[in-house]
């Protein structure tokens, strides 16, 4: 069963590939160009995306988007995740936290539309842990991004970039990181399409 997946991130595609086989679901990537609305909301930016989507493909879609929020910081970057990186980087957000309480967390939302739907269904993922001190580990194909030099998920001393895949699916696993995305979403997803 083919899914389509509104991305232009290639570590967001070899996850959702790599969650949805077991399934036997193939995600075939849509890299469309859809304008993000200004929000903190995750969910409200996948909502727009998912639309946006829906509107360009004619075809079922899904989307995601995450944020990343410094407890400390108020929660910035937020949804700015990109815009913080492209400017200050991770060595801006280690600037930052020096001196402060280094928790953190991942927001992932999954959100899946077709035409037969009135709105799209999401999926929420929340991934606690904490600011290292300083850059920690190689990025692979498999990070979302340069936040993978830095991220300790909670319960471990290695950053995401430390970890090898092996390691880093299995914390995943462990740590319910794959629960909304990579289990919910496609028990959700197969039944919806037996009913459909």
Not at 41 to 59: N, R, Y
Not at 80 to 106: H, P, Q, S
Not at 159 to 169: F, G, H, I, V
Request: proline residues 5%; aromatic residues 10%.
């Amino acid at each position: 069963m083919l899914l389509n997946f509104a991305t232009t991130n290639k570590g967001k595609l070899l996850t959702m590939q790599t969650d949805m086989k077991p399934y036997g679901i193939e995600v075939v990537q849509k890299a469309l160009d859809i304008p993000e609305p200004r929000s903190n909301d995750v969910q409200e930016i996948a909502d727009h995306k998912a639309w946006q989507a829906l509107q360009q493909l004619h075809e079922p879609v899904i989307v995601m988007d995450a944020g990343f929020y410094v407890d400390s910081l108020n929660g910035f970057p937020r949804a700015f995740t990109n815009f913080a990186l492209e400017t200050v980087g991770i060595a801006g957000i280690l600037k930052l936290v020096d001196g402060l309480d280094r928790r953190c967390e991942f927001r992932e939302c999954l959100a899946y539309i077709d035409k037969s739907m009135n709105e799209p269904k999401f999926f929420i993922a929340h991934i606690r842990g904490s600011l290292s001190a300083k850059p920690r580990g190689n990025l692979h194909a498999g990070h979302w991004s340069d936040l993978a030099l830095i991220f300790e998920p909670e319960g471990q001393q290695a950053t995401l970039a430390e970890m090898s895949m092996e390691q880093l699916d299995a914390w995943r696993e462990q740590s319910g990181a794959k629960d909304a995305h990579a289990k919910e979403f496609p028990v959700w997803f197969l039944d919806h399409q037996r009913k459909g």
